[in-house]
């Protein structure tokens, strides 16, 4: 697969990636660039979203609706880049994992994950790394390097689009179509670019996803919720794990800063939650920590009131992970009484743990690889 280095060629030629930028940003280029009005700046920059975002094209020569001389002078100016895709990896199971390189040390992974949605999901990253230290969670363990510009959320997409062939977007028989926001970082402590990406990823004349198709997962950074859902209107997932103040403190920390209490009322109150629009609570199944019959009792009185799906996660093992996964027979007793408290409460069958794309492992095995060879670099 081609790919193009997002941060490295763009600054080599000194030319600015347009790749990522929002309907405004490429406006005032336009007019800053080539002294256009605001009416002929927003014009080419119209022209030049459906080129970049609907057709997926990276060459000025083949803008064809462009005039000769503005192609010439865009490419003195301007490269339409993606980032380099330096490793890809396919499962077993036909999931797909990037490990996308943003600059020099600074890296992020994404996961494509077939027939999940409507025909197929991606994973993206929000930030490098992260704070929340939950500890059940791989990525968690990694110290927060920065967040992730709009642009950088935006290539991510782009870039997948590219390996699964998905241009010109909106086609018939798309893969790609639903987003979700659960890869690395907390969507919700880089909640401006974020909402600006979605703005960019659900754009009908561009990439065109419908924002009821777009999922940002939190862990519960509670302030931030109500304007997640008044800006971008898009789905809401909770990464919950426990009943109780005291277990939770334990696996998501966050949970000492904004407690159970708290994250409910903010639930009930997220704009748009329905019965048609209901909100996701992501469980990982723990053996022996949080799976009885017991909690799941307690589950369907705490989330009373909140037009609610719940996703049972198997735990996905990783290398001194301090737990266990539920066995199988716990985990369907559990979803059963959910099931007959009148919940949906399907359990998320474990993909792409072969080359570590399961949920909560994301970048662990590329940083340890990456690390091990330096090791033997400098041995050698």
């Known amino acids: 697969m081609a790919t193009l280095d997002l941060s490295a060629r763009p600054a080599d030629k000194g ?19 080539f002294g256009l009005d605001a009416k002929k700046a927003r014009m080419r920059a119209s022209q030049l979203w459906r080129w970049i975002y609907h057709y997926g094209q990276t060459d000025f020569s083949a803008m064809t609706d462009i005039s ?3 192609r010439a002078g865009l490419s003195e100016k301007f490269v339409v880049a993606r980032p380099e895709v330096t490793e890809r990896l396919v499962s077993v199971d036909g999931t797909r994992k990037y490990l996308i390189r943003l600059g020099p040390g ?41 967040n992730l510009t709009a642009a950088e959320i935006v290539n ?18 798309r893969r790609l179509s639903n987003i979700v926001f659960m890869g690395m970082g907390e969507p919700l402590y880089n909640l401006d670019n974020v909402s600006q990406a979605i703005d960019v990823i659900s754009d009908n004349e561009g990439i065109s996803l419908s924002r009821r198709r777009i999922t940002v997962s939190t862990s519960g950074v509670v302030p931030q919720m109500h304007r997640l859902g008044e800006e971008t209107s898009a789905m809401l997932a909770i990464s919950l794990h426990a009943t109780n103040d005291k277990l939770r403190d334990e696996l998501v920390p966050i949970n000492r800063k ?5 994250l409910m009322d903010a639930c009930r109150n997220y704009p748009g939650a329905s019965n048609a629009r209901r909100i996701t609570f992501e469980y990982v199944m723990l053996k022996g920590v949080n799976d009885t019959d017991a909690e799941a009792r307690e589950l369907v009185k705490l989330l009373k009131g909140v037009p609610a799906k719940i996703n049972l996660i198997p735990f996905n093992p990783w290398p001194g992970a301090p737990y266990e996964c539920s066995s199988w027979e ?8 959910l099931s007959r408290a009148g919940y949906a409460s399907p359990i998320r069958t474990p993909r792409g743990r072969d080359i570590f794309a399961a949920c909560g492992q994301l970048k662990s095995e590329s940083v340890k690889k990456r690390a091990s060879e330096a090791r033997k670099e400098r041995t050698a």
């Open 15 to 33: 030319l600015s990636n347009l790749a990522g930028l929002t309907r405004g940003e490429l406006a005032a280029l336009m007019g800053e660039t």
């Open 68 to 70: 000769k001389d503005m």
């Open 106 to 146: 600074t890296e992020v992974e994404c996961v494509f994950i077939p027939d999940v949605g409507r025909a197929g999901a991606l994973c993206v990253s929000s930030q490098v790394g992260c704070t929340l230290a939950c500890t059940f969670c791989h990525t968690g363990t990694q110290k927060l390097v920065r």
């Open 156 to 173: 991510q997409v782009m870039a997948v689009k590219d390996d699964l062939e998905e241009w010109p977007s909106g086609g018939e028989g």
């Open 258 to 262: 904004y407690n159970i209490a708290e």
């Open 330 to 337: 716990r985990i369907e007793g559990f979803a059963d009484i």
